[in-house]
């Protein structure tokens, strides 16, 4: 084996710019998959957490069987305790406990019907960017007050405005009829349509005195510090509800299994691009093993003659494919992990889109995520494929008369 080696060596370096060329191509392939692979695992990332700051949460502790069937009397009790209690043994403020109902929402010109959320003004915002987001007037500060944020849309489809007066009428939690006047403090613009047009938020206390839910809520929404801590957390608070057999922890897999759907669509769109480098780079190796193997006829018949098998001389031509798409993979995929891991500090910018993210209150930066998996992904599957494509090259010897291929030019 030690000898094939030498050999596999030796031969790669007889044509130094075909064999630097072929390296190089996988270099930056390799390379270049590597930072496309980080980079779009970490805009998911990104894209998940900006999904989910704008309502859902990593996760919400719900009723059993409200997830199916949101009905206002799907409720429990206690919930602000609950929240604060939860808040409490997590040592974390991203804790919030919200109540949702439906209403008719009228004002002197128009009436449309929408989803109100009561939520807790103090810790709202650590769990949504809605809060963010108000660009007319001001967010809830008062649990108790009688005053609605709501989205742009629905502020023009209302003909409202800052201080304008909104009538809701809906169904309290008990069967009674729940009416009452808000006043308009915040207008919030979160680049969603259907947010803007069919959600506004209301201070908790009130929502639960409209409503007649007497301190029933509908869910506790928890946000981790990372989304891959979300299954750690999620154990935790199971634990901490130990005791509550009616209520239930939902990840955010489970409150928007369509946000999965979409990542796994747009992988398959962006490995169908992936996969045209990596059969381009195959056949650069195919090219150079069989312009390789053409070239050293003569001198493979006449070893031949002396009595090697072509099974011994096909190995050779797999192993210094093996050399090359080694130091085509080490190489690429190093220079790639440094580009990588330099972008997940500094962050990756385009052009226009910190303006996009300071109008929608988003990150202005992509900060690739940085793996094994997403390291070796792509350089080892172009190792794979260059290995099969030096297969070819390699069976042509079994095929190979030495007669003939000794009096070949």
């Given at each position: ?166 009538t809701l009428l809906g169904s309290g939690r008990d069967g ?234």
């Amino acid at each position: 084996m030690n000898i094939a080696l030498r050999l596999a060596w030796r031969n790669l370096w007889r044509h130094k710019r075909r064999t630097w060329l072929t390296v190089g191509a996988m270099i930056f392939s390799n390379l270049l998959l590597v930072f496309m692979i980080s980079l779009q695992f970490g805009s998911y990332r990104m894209m998940i957490d900006n999904t989910l700051k704008s309502y859902t949460g990593h996760m919400q502790v719900q009723r059993d069987g409200y997830n199916d069937n949101q009905k206002i009397r799907n409720s429990f009790g206690n919930i602000v305790t609950l929240a604060s209690d939860i808040r409490h043994q997590l040592a974390s403020n991203t804790v919030a406990a919200r109540g949702v109902a439906f209403a008719m929402t009228s004002s002197e010109q128009r009436s449309f019907g929408l989803q109100l959320i009561g939520v807790e003004p103090q810790y709202e915002a650590r769990v949504s960017n809605l809060p963010g987001l108000v660009k007319k007037g001001r967010y809830l500060s008062d649990s108790n007050a009688e005053e609605i944020v709501i989205g742009s849309v629905l502020a023009r489809n209302l003909r409202v405005n800052i201080g304008d007066e909104l009538t809701l009428l809906g169904s309290g939690r008990d069967g009674s009829f729940a009416a009452g006047v808000v006043i308009v403090i915040g207008i919030f613009d979160s680049g969603n349509t259907d947010i803007d047009r069919s959600m506004a938020q209301l201070p908790l206390g009130y929502f639960q005195t409209l409503f007649s839910m007497e301190g029933h809520g509908h869910n506790i929404v928890i946000n981790a510090d990372d989304l891959s801590l979300v299954p750690e957390l999620q154990q935790r608070v199971n634990t901490i509800l130990a005791e509550q057999n009616n209520l239930m922890v939902l990840n955010w897999n489970q409150l928007q299994p369509g946000l999965q759907q979409a990542i796994k669509a747009d992988l398959v769109s962006a490995w169908f691009m992936y996969a045209i480098l990596i059969v381009l780079v195959a056949f650069s190796v195919l090219n150079t093993q069989l312009m390789s193997v053409l070239e050293r006829t003569r001198e493979f018949g006449t070893m031949m003659a002396l009595g090697l098998k072509p099974v011994r001389l096909g190995a050779l031509v797999c192993i210094e494919t093996f050399i090359m798409s080694s130091l085509g993979l080490v190489i690429g995929a190093g220079l790639g992990a440094v580009l990588a891991y330099y972008l997940s500090i500094v962050g990756f910018s385009y052009p226009g889109m910190e303006e996009m993210a300071s109008r929608f209150n988003l990150p202005d930066r992509i900060y690739p995520s940085l793996s094994l998996f997403s390291v070796f992904l792509g350089p080892g599957i172009v190792f794979v494929f260059s290995m099969l494509a030096s297969m070819y090259p390699a069976l042509k010897l079994f095929y190979l008369h030495p007669v003939s291929a000794m009096r070949s030019a």
